[in-house]
């Protein structure tokens, strides 16, 4: 079974730091994205990321593709409270149109 | 654009009840998809749809889970009977999927139901 395994879970930060959030696996995927969830709603996807190493920036927030593509990181600068969401990493098994989904990192700016 | 609609968005059963979720997809999008994500975890898949077709439905409990996509546009998916393990957010996305880009099928969600079964 394929395991997307994020890390941590939970973080708390105030308002103007800098935080990684962790998306780890053993199997390699043909692509990860990034997706965002607010309380009662749908995940929101932030990028896709492709290729091994790849680095992609959105704003404040940078992405990168392990260069095995079995890992993936997200790095928001400066957090601002309009950042609080779960973050949830989703792999793309090679060969197929399914995504595996991480547990998700649940993240708090405080004002 | 409209996004991925969903209804109803709260469901509140009894066990043993049925009930079902409706999802209109992004117009155009070949591709649609039934997860289910219990409080705390991600989505997992239920059912894949490319067009009228379930490609994938591995994960769908199909002793009472059910699920159709007329037409290959909107799709249903029914629990009958519901049981308290139910209780969970149902999630519907779509995408256009190209053959040829196995790297690149951005899945776009609707807001979900929130089932609870009692």
């Known amino acids: 079974t394929q395991l997307l395994e994020q890390s941590p879970q939970f973080l708390s930060i105030q308002e103007g730091e800098n935080l990684t959030v962790y998306c780890n696996s053993s199997?390699?995927?043909?692509?990860l994205q990034w997706y965002r969830q607010e309380p009662g709603e749908g995940p929101v996807l932030l990028v896709t990321v492709v290729t091994g190493g790849e680095v992609k920036k959105l704003k404040r927030l940078t992405f990168q593709f392990g260069d095995a593509r079995k890992d993936s990181s997200l790095h928001i600068t400066a957090a601002q409270p309009g950042d609080t969401g779960l973050y949830l990493c989703a792999g793309a098994l090679p060969s197929s149109y399914k995504l595996i989904f991480g547990s998700g990192t649940r993240l708090l700016v405080r004002p | 654009e409209a996004g991925v609609v969903q209804s109803p968005r709260y469901k509140i059963i009894e066990k043993k009840q049925p009930v079902a979720f409706w999802c209109n997809p992004i117009s155009g999008h070949n591709t649609l998809y039934w997860y289910r994500q219990n409080l705390g975890q991600g989505p997992e898949l239920l059912i894949r749809?490319?067009?009228?077709?379930?490609?994938?439905d591995s994960q769908l409990p199909k002793d009472r889970f059910s699920a159709e996509r007329l037409k290959g546009v909107d799709s249903t998916l029914k629990i009958q009977p519901a049981e308290l393990g139910d209780s969970a957010v149902y999630l519907c996305?779509?995408?256009?999927?190209?053959?040829?880009?196995?790297?690149?099928?951005?899945?776009?969600f609707g807001p979900g139901t929130r089932l609870t079964v009692t």
């Open positions: 199997s390699v995927f043909s692509s």
């Open positions: 996305a779509s995408s256009l999927n190209k053959v040829g880009r196995l790297a690149n099928y951005e899945q776009y």
């Open positions: 749809y490319e067009n009228e077709e379930a490609v994938d």
